[in-house]
């Protein structure tokens, strides 16, 4: 390995009697791992070393009728054709692709790489997303849910880092959650745990959910559902100078938008942020009351309304959690970039790659030698 320059010495670790033995870490300019986040809007696609270094990040509107997909194909035909254009684009050679990461917006199977629901993939339901990628391009694939490979990427990386009990909550187009137990992440029987988005937090009244329920927490505090109640709440005449923030461009209404009106006081976004902040609070005193964990993350898209969003959220957590449980858990905003969705499902990709202890992946493996014995 050190012939072929797969591999470099690191330092020296000296245990009990006899010489100091080498330690060896991968070389990062042999390996590079992509990272592909995808939902029915855009692709973001990143290039990952092996120490979590980015080479690249290139993102892409979906080129797609009215920006959804009518089948699993196409999902599959725009993952391709954005790994080969990104890997053009920046002189990467595929041969130094080591693994492919892939998180859908959706709900995922991380144990069979399968897409069970595209909530936000135009509805596609049950698509082997790994085993179709390697297929068509012959690299080891992972897939898994972005909530739970930026818990990943925060445990390695981010504020979890040394935390061994702590819960990831993505705020986006739609709302989930990465679980660390006792110094891992949490997959559930069938590896689809942390599905909060699905939690009902209405008791009547609730608007339907794409998975089908009522009152589900994505339908009131998801990224979508703000901006659309925002939107509804303007076209039905409610008085508001949430356009102001926009442009008067009733379609650029964003998050952004919404936090600047809550600071000018403007009472129709601060009540819009009251009641999602209110629902999410009671998600989350749920899981501080199962969990007990030392530390949630509120991460995603919906950071940037920073105080706005924590405030309501760390208020009905203090109302509604077991006092004993909930003064040991810290509640904050984590630091996000669009990047890090890619890059986080990049950074596990290689881990899992390279755990040949993982029992769930031993077919996987078994690709990657098929694939080292060739070259």
Request: charged share 25%; net charge negative.
């Amino acid at each position: 390995l050190l012939e072929k320059e797969l591999v470099v010495i690191s330092g020296k670790y000296q245990g009990g009697m006899g010489r100091s033995s080498n330690l060896f870490i991968l070389n990062p300019d042999k390996f590079l791992s992509i990272g592909i986040d995808i939902n029915d809007e855009r692709m973001v696609v990143s290039g990952v070393k092996p120490d979590g270094s980015i080479v690249a990040v290139k993102k892409y509107e979906i080129n797609n009728e009215k920006g959804t997909f009518k089948s699993g194909d196409g999902v599959l035909d725009s993952l391709e054709e954005g790994f080969k254009k990104f890997c053009t684009e920046n002189d990467i050679d595929i041969s130094k692709v080591a693994v492919i990461g892939i998180a859908p917006e959706g709900i995922i199977d991380s144990d069979s790489g399968r897409c069970i629901l595209g909530t936000h993939l135009g509805g596609i339901y049950n698509l082997n997303i790994k085993k179709s990628m390697e297929e068509k391009i012959g690299v080891p694939v992972f897939v898994d849910d972005p909530a739970r490979s930026l818990a990943y990427y925060e445990n390695k990386l981010g504020d979890g880092k040394n935390k061994k009990n702590f819960i990831y909550i993505y705020l986006g187009k739609g709302i989930g959650s990465g679980i660390f137990i006792n110094g891992k992440i949490y997959r559930g029987y069938k590896g689809i745990a942390g599905e909060i988005g699905h939690l009902i937090t209405m008791d009547k009244g609730g608007k339907r959910c794409r998975c089908g329920n009522y009152g589900c927490l994505e339908t009131i505090a998801s990224e979508e559902s703000i901006i659309s109640q925002a939107k509804s709440g303007i076209i039905d005449g409610v008085y508001t100078r949430l356009l102001d923030f926009c442009g008067g461009d009733l379609e650029k209404i964003d998050l952004l938008a919404l936090r600047r009106a809550v600071e000018e006081n403007d009472k129709f976004s601060i009540n819009i942020l009251e009641h999602a902040g209110t629902h999410l609070g009671r998600a989350v005193a749920q899981l501080v009351n199962i969990f007990n964990p030392e530390l949630i993350l509120l991460g995603g898209p919906g950071c940037v309304l920073g105080k706005y969003l924590i405030e309501p959220v760390v208020r009905v957590v203090n109302n509604e959690a077991l006092n004993l449980v909930k003064e040991r858990t810290q509640i904050k905003i984590a630091r996000y970039e669009e990047w890090q969705d890619s890059v986080s499902i990049g950074v596990e990709a290689f881990d899992v790659m390279f755990d040949f202890t993982y029992k769930d992946y031993t077919d996987f493996h078994e690709l990657l030698l098929k694939q080292s014995l060739r070259e």
